[in-house]
């Protein structure tokens, strides 16, 4: 016997059925749920280079899976406060598998040569990729709060309004580091100050904890499961700026970027920027 599932699209639809009287017209369509119109109306093109659309598309599903990554960071950290560690997990691996996405992006921008990209540079005016406001807000949420880098958000009052919102909270990594000293010493009483306003800088009492953890998991196997879920996240986010970093050296070479960064120095020196420190310093100890 088969199934629907079985058939060829095709020929499955049966214009005799209940469904297909009712009429196309009167029942929302895939193309009305996803608001297909309007989504393909956003590529609007400056030149009439042939590679710019290529460009435009990759930016454009980057925002997409980013706006996904802040909403996933933002239930993880909802589902940390209220206790729920298998919902976290879920999300936080949800994270990991968007940014492996955004990873295999740059594969398909490599094919874009120096030569290809030359046609529509100058098209691009000073806009650049490091005035994403939400990688801006990924950076914020996980404990890169570099507060200099809201400059470039500075005529957008909403999003700026978001930013300080989400500097003015303990980031996503402060909050598991509440966790860690709640579990390891039964309060948090020698918790260091979350470091709303500054990047996560690696501290001796943070990593004396982690290595309580990783020296008796068994015990405390919560824990070191949700710290290797962050060395993964953050494993992903690396290679996603060191693809970046090279996609960019082998398009425009030591050119400086549109948006007046020095280009792949600029970008070379974010790959020393390390997310969760004590969780990478901590594997010389062990």
């Known amino acids: 016997m088969s199934t629907s599932s079985d058939q060829d699209p095709d020929t499955a639809f049966d214009p005799s059925s209940d469904g297909a009287k009712m009429g196309f017209a ?23 280079a042939h590679d710019e659309l290529l460009f435009i598309i990759q ?14 960071l933002g239930a993880a950290r909802d589902a940390l406060l209220t206790g729920d560690t298998p919902k976290m997990f879920k999300m936080l691996a949800r994270v990991s598998r968007i940014f492996e996405q955004l990873n295999n992006q740059w594969d398909v921008l490599r094919t874009m040569t120096p030569a290809d990209y030359t046609r529509f540079r100058e098209a691009l005016g ?19 709060r570099n507060t200099h880098m ?32 709640r579990t390891v010493d039964g309060d ?19 990593q004396a904890r982690w290595k309580v953890v990783y020296e008796d998991i068994d015990r405390y196997w919560t824990l ?7 060395v993964d996240l953050e494993d992903y986010f690396r290679r996603w700026r060191f693809n970046h970093v090279t996609t960019v050296e082998r398009v425009i070479g030591f050119k400086r970027g549109t ?9 070379r020196r974010m790959l020393s920027v390390e997310l969760f420190p004590e969780l990478w310093h901590l594997r010389g100890e062990l």
């Not at 996803?34 to 030149?47: E, G, K, T, V």
């Open 188 to 206: 948090e009483g020698a918790m260091p100050a979350p470091q709303l306003d500054s990047p996560h800088a690696a501290r001796d009492e943070i």
């Open 150 to 181: 809201m400059q470039p958000h500075e005529h957008l009052p909403q999003v700026r309004a978001a930013l300080e919102a989400e500097l003015a909270r303990p980031s996503f990594y402060d909050e598991v580091v509440a966790l860690l000293f």
């Open 126 to 144: 000073p806009s650049s990729g490091f005035q994403s406001y939400q990688y801006r807000m990924i950076e914020y949420i996980l404990g890169n």
């Open 59 to 72: 930016h454009q599903t980057s925002e997409l899976w980013m706006k996904l990554a802040i909403h996933e």
């Open 26 to 48: 009167d029942a929302m369509s895939y193309g009305d749920y996803l608001h297909i119109d309007a989504l393909l109306d956003q590529q609007h093109c400056l030149s009439g």
């Open 259 to 267: 948006g007046g960064t020095s280009g792949v120095a600029y970008l």
């Open 224 to 230: 070191y499961e949700l710290a290797e879920k962050l």
